[in-house]
């Protein structure tokens, strides 16, 4: 059975209703496994189906230099930008606020600056893909988190926490 067929049949079943999906199924002679793989691979149709396609696309290649290219680039900075600044904002207050310390990177005491590192890097992570995601370049900044993870974790790890994009780019890029 083809995907293109069962992905089809499901968008043509949304239209009319729940109960035409077995019976369209069963008049083009599809067994109903078909459909249900159809459905967990992305039959989706839905809003949010839409943005993560959009977003998960592979990003833009511009010629280098071109000023197509330099606007990625800031735009890729931004994000950047934002989401370091945001976890260290999210950070501090919360080690003020939750176990009293207060101090910085340079001036110490040592307990906030190893507290500090351990916290702002799972924080930094999930905004990253968030804020990246938002900005439409999911997988981008998927590769990006992976990348960062990688050398601190097993790769056994990492590649399970990766998204089906991810994912399938990180396997493309090691073979």
Request: with cysteine.
């Amino acid at each position: 059975v083809e995907m293109g067929a069962a992905l089809a049949l499901l968008r043509e079943a949304r239209r009319r209703g729940r109960n035409a999906v077995a019976l369209a199924a069963r008049a083009k002679g599809m067994p109903m496994r078909a459909l249900s793989k159809a459905r967990e691979d992305g039959g989706g149709d839905g809003m949010f189906a839409r943005f993560m396609a959009w977003s998960a696309r592979e990003p833009p290649q511009h010629r280098r230099y071109s000023a197509a290219w330099f606007g990625e680039s800031v735009y890729v900075c931004a994000v950047f930008a934002l989401v370091g600044s945001s976890s260290a904002m999210l950070v501090r207050p919360a080690l003020r606020r939750t176990i009293g310390l207060e101090g910085s990177l340079k001036d110490g005491p040592w307990s906030y600056r190893v507290l500090s590192l351990v916290l702002v890097s799972p924080i930094y992570t999930v905004l990253l893909l968030f804020t990246g995601t938002l900005a439409g370049r999911h997988r981008f900044f998927a590769r990006v988190a992976h990348r960062m993870w990688r050398r601190i974790l097993p790769a056994s790890v990492t590649t399970r926490v990766l998204c089906k994009p991810a994912r399938y780019a990180a396997k493309r890029a090691a073979s």
